[in-house]
């Protein structure tokens, strides 16, 4: 049987033999700087968001700003972001996303050109609509703020509830929500489509809800984001969710010091 490389597989699926080399980041943290663009060439960036919780490069839970993260990179990062987006004359709302190292050296790894399901975290950061703004921005007009505006003030953390086992390798389970009921209060927030007597279906993602919340420091918004959870009611015949995992993930010494990386979930569940 024929073995491919890489440059014959490419010239035989796209026509053209060249290849991208990435280069490998054992020990990395994965951070998305918001980017948002209109048609003028007004290109402005709304800070960074760390995603670095995940498994199999599916993210858990993301925060803001990015914890341990030096401010000369996180200056850089801004200002590399909105160079790059401004250069191919991007427009509506997109994130530049690095892998950064223990030193701090950043690598860019790509732009996801669309808004992110982590967006509420920015939201609840700086007080920017962005869903508002980029509906603006499609529809010709030009974004309501500068970068001058842009402030971000406390810290602010989302956490994925998914109609998932994490005891059985994360097998989805669709079923009923017999209850749900999402927990309220300041600094609380919960997007979701889903309410009491749902039916969760198996042919889409499983993600039922995301839970965000902001507080003035990073430890009050982790205290804050445990609180909510342990009173995020989902019940239901078959249903389990990652609620506990996520309380169990956010109670850990390693997220507390900020020195987990994207492999950390996967090294902790193997333990």
Same mark, same amino acid.
Not at 66 to 71: A, K, T, W
Not at 83 to 107: I, N
Not at 133 to 148: D, I
Not at 213 to 235: C, H, N, S, Y
């Given at each position: 049987?024929?073995?491919?490389?890489?440059?014959?597989?490419?010239?035989?699926?796209?026509?053209?033999?060249?290849?991208?080399?990435?280069?490998?980041?054992?020990?990395?943290?994965?951070?998305?700087?918001?980017?948002?663009?209109?048609?003028?060439?007004?290109?402005?960036?709304?800070?960074?968001?760390?995603?670095?919780?995940?498994?199999?490069?599916?993210?858990?839970?993301?925060?803001?700003?990015?914890?341990?993260?030096?401010?000369?990179?996180?200056?850089?990062?801004?200002?590399?972001?909105?160079?790059? &987006?401004?250069?191919?004359?991007?427009?509506?709302?997109?994130?530049? @996303? #690095?892998? %950064?190292?223990?030193? /701090?050296? *950043? +690598?860019?790894?790509?732009?996801?050109?669309?808004?992110?399901?982590?967006?509420?975290?920015?939201?609840?950061?700086?007080?920017?609509?962005?869903?508002?703004?980029?509906?603006?921005?499609?529809?010709?007009?030009?974004?309501?703020?500068?970068?001058?505006?842009?402030?971000?003030?406390?810290?602010?953390?989302?956490?994925?509830?998914?109609?998932?086992?994490?005891?059985?390798?994360?097998?989805?389970?669709?079923?009923?929500?017999?209850?749900?009921?999402?927990?309220?209060?300041?600094?609380?927030?919960?997007?979701?489509?889903?309410?009491?007597?749902?039916?969760?279906?198996?042919?889409?993602?499983?993600?039922?809800?995301?839970?965000?919340?902001?507080?003035?420091?990073? &430890?009050?918004?982790?205290?804050?984001?445990?609180?909510?959870?342990? @009173? #995020?009611? %989902?019940?239901?015949? /078959?249903? *389990? +969710?990652?609620?506990?995992?996520?309380?169990?993930?956010?109670?850990?010494?390693?997220?507390?010091?900020?020195?987990?990386?994207?492999?950390?979930?996967?090294?902790?569940?193997?333990?």
């Amino acid at each position: 049987m024929e073995v491919l490389h890489p440059p014959h597989l490419a010239q035989q699926v796209f026509g053209d033999g060249s290849v991208y080399m990435e280069r490998f980041v054992p020990a990395a943290r994965h951070v998305e700087v918001q980017l948002l663009g209109d048609d003028s060439g007004t290109v402005v960036h709304l800070g960074e968001r760390d995603c670095s919780l995940q498994r199999r490069n599916q993210k858990l839970i993301e925060e803001a700003p990015s914890p341990l993260l030096p401010e000369q990179v996180r200056e850089a990062l801004g200002a590399y972001a909105v160079a790059g &987006a401004a250069r191919v004359g991007y427009t509506g709302a997109g994130t530049m @996303e #690095f892998l %950064v190292d223990p030193s /701090g050296a *950043a +690598t860019f790894m790509e732009i996801n050109a669309r808004i992110q399901v982590e967006h509420p975290v920015t939201e609840m950061l700086t007080g920017v609509d962005l869903v508002a703004e980029q509906l603006r921005v499609a529809a010709g007009e030009r974004l309501s703020f500068t970068q001058e505006q842009v402030t971000l003030t406390g810290a602010a953390i989302e956490c994925r509830i998914n109609a998932e086992d994490p005891a059985a390798g994360f097998r989805p389970t669709p079923g009923t929500l017999a209850v749900f009921n999402p927990p309220g209060g300041p600094g609380v927030r919960v997007d979701s489509g889903f309410a009491q007597g749902d039916r969760v279906p198996p042919d889409y993602d499983s993600l039922i809800a995301k839970l965000v919340v902001w507080a003035p420091t990073r &430890a009050q918004a982790i205290a804050r984001a445990d609180r909510a959870l342990a @009173e #995020f009611e %989902v019940e239901g015949p /078959g249903v *389990a +969710t990652t609620i506990p995992l996520l309380r169990e993930l956010l109670a850990l010494p390693e997220f507390a010091k900020a020195t987990h990386t994207t492999r950390f979930v996967e090294e902790y569940l193997s333990r």
